[in-house]
């Protein structure tokens, strides 16, 4: 049964593309938590996959750059059932407004404050205890963020156009809907990002 479950994991890794970061998380509909981990440790053991931090890994690219962090942070949110939105610069360059990738990568979290180093990477969690913030969707959550990051600064066309290209029109309304009752700047920043819709 431990074979016929570790042949399985390693089956849907070989399927997935490379540089994948996944969870313990990922794996609970093939074994239990412990029998996974012990799995993906074996599997990593073997060279076939990386342990990047604990209970994460990932499939090298054949890169020498290691796991993106951004993989990294959503693997950390499924493993552990947190919520992360990206903050700061990392908010910007997620939102695609910067290419400059930050040296540390800044989230915000229902969890608990944490940080995470590998290679010469880092991800930091900021635990945030605002009632709003476990209520907005995840689009939402980001756009906030660079509108907090760029502060009172107006957003140029540019930046405005690479905003909307994210954005299906449902996300468009529902940043609309759910950023009224935040402050009047950022509601108001929102809508005019979004007007036309």
């Known amino acids: 049964m431990r074979n016929s479950k570790f042949k399985k994991?390693?089956?849907?890794?070989?399927?997935?593309?490379?540089?994948?970061?996944?969870?313990?998380?990922?794996?609970?509909?093939?074994?239990?938590?412990?029998t996974a981990s012990k799995t993906l440790e074996r599997l990593s053991k073997s060279g076939m996959i990386e342990k990047v931090v604990r209970s994460i890994f990932w499939l090298p690219d054949g890169n020498?750059?290691?796991?993106?962090?951004?993989?990294?942070?959503?693997?950390?949110?499924?493993?552990?059932n947190w919520k992360l939105t990206p903050s700061g610069e990392t908010a910007i360059h997620v939102m695609g407004l910067s290419i400059k990738k930050p040296k540390i990568w800044t989230y915000l979290t229902d969890g608990t404050y944490r940080s995470y180093s590998f290679g010469d990477k880092a991800i930091y969690l900021q635990h945030i205890s605002a009632p709003y913030y476990e209520k907005l969707?995840?689009?939402?959550?980001?756009?906030?963020?660079?509108?907090?990051?760029?502060?009172?600064?107006?957003?140029?066309?540019?930046?405005?156009?690479?905003?909307?290209?994210?954005y299906n029109e449902s996300e468009m309304k529902r940043a609309i809907e759910e950023s009224k009752h935040l402050p009047k700047w950022i509601s108001g920043r929102v809508k005019n990002i979004f007007e036309g819709i």
């Open 9 to 34: 994991i390693e089956e849907f890794i070989n399927t997935m593309e490379k540089g994948s970061v996944f969870a313990v998380a990922d794996f609970l509909d093939y074994a239990q938590p412990k």
């Open 64 to 80: 020498d750059n290691g796991p993106d962090p951004g993989k990294v942070a959503d693997a950390l949110s499924r493993e552990n």
């Open 137 to 166: 969707s995840k689009k939402t959550s980001m756009l906030i963020q660079v509108l907090k990051a760029y502060g009172r600064n107006k957003l140029d066309s540019t930046a405005i156009s690479k905003i909307r290209s994210r």
